[in-house]
């Protein structure tokens, strides 16, 4: 290039290069603006419980008398209580070992058009202890001398008994027992004609309650 003259690639690249930054520094801003926005969102959708549905926030929590819907039956936990020995209803502790009976009086009504054996999948029989939840309970008519097979039949209220035998200081006096209750959904069978399934889902609720402590139990197995 001889003395005097203008490079005009120079001239140019100057303005080229100052848009292409201010390009880079606008998409920057928007960048960070819309993540702030969006975490924003994220934050009020969460504390207002927007996010419940999809991402699960566990079974629903219950009290001692609330009225449960699941798997086509109404349940109520009316009474929890604990004691040296409960006769009558299938459940014996070892006291040389310092066992004893954790006992869950439930109100259920089957609001399915067929009698269910509590037995069922999702039915009384499947409700857990949350810290045992591989130990089934027995399950008993709460009545006297009736120690029959638990049916319920539709639309009939029956008063039920659960029971656990327990380790003397499983049950900790003021802590909280935590009782997950099932839920389930009924199917036709694919391989019998006419037959239906319980198919279990996850669980309707956990029941917390402070248990009563009986001391030695009732002569008549009563609560």
């Known amino acids: 290039m001889n003395v005097g003259e203008i490079d005009a690639s120079d001239d140019d690249a100057a303005p080229a290069g100052a848009a292409v930054r201010r390009r880079l520094s606008r ?12 975490g924003l969102c994220v934050g009020v959708i969460a504390a207002t419980g927007g996010f419940r549905s999809v991402a699960g926030t566990g079974p629903a929590a219950y009290r001692l008398g609330d009225e449960i819907s699941s798997a086509e039956a109404t349940l109520v936990v009316e009474r929890v209580a604990v004691m040296d020995e409960l006769w009558g209803y299938g459940s014996s502790p070892d006291d040389t070992k310092g066992e004893r009976v954790l006992a869950v009086l439930v109100d259920v009504t089957n609001l399915d058009d067929e009698p269910r054996l509590a037995s069922s999948s999702g039915s009384l029989a499947d409700i857990r202890l949350q810290h045992r939840p591989d130990d089934r309970p027995t399950v008993s008519i709460y009545a006297d001398d009736d120690f029959s097979v638990v049916t319920l039949q539709p639309d009939v209220p029956a008063r039920v008994l659960l029971t ?3 380790e003397e200081d499983e049950i900790v006096d003021g802590d909280p027992v935590r009782l997950v209750i099932p839920d389930a959904e009924k199917n036709d069978s694919t391989i019998f004609s006419g037959e239906t399934l319980w198919n279990p889902l996850d669980p ?3 029941v917390s309650v402070r248990p009563e ?4 139990g009732s002569e008549d197995g009563r609560l």
Do not use: Y
């Open 164 to 166: 656990w035998v327990v």
């Open 204 to 206: 309707a609720g956990v």
């Open 27 to 38: 998409g920057w801003i928007i960048t960070i603006a819309t993540t702030a926005v969006l």
């Open 213 to 216: 402590d009986l001391g030695p």
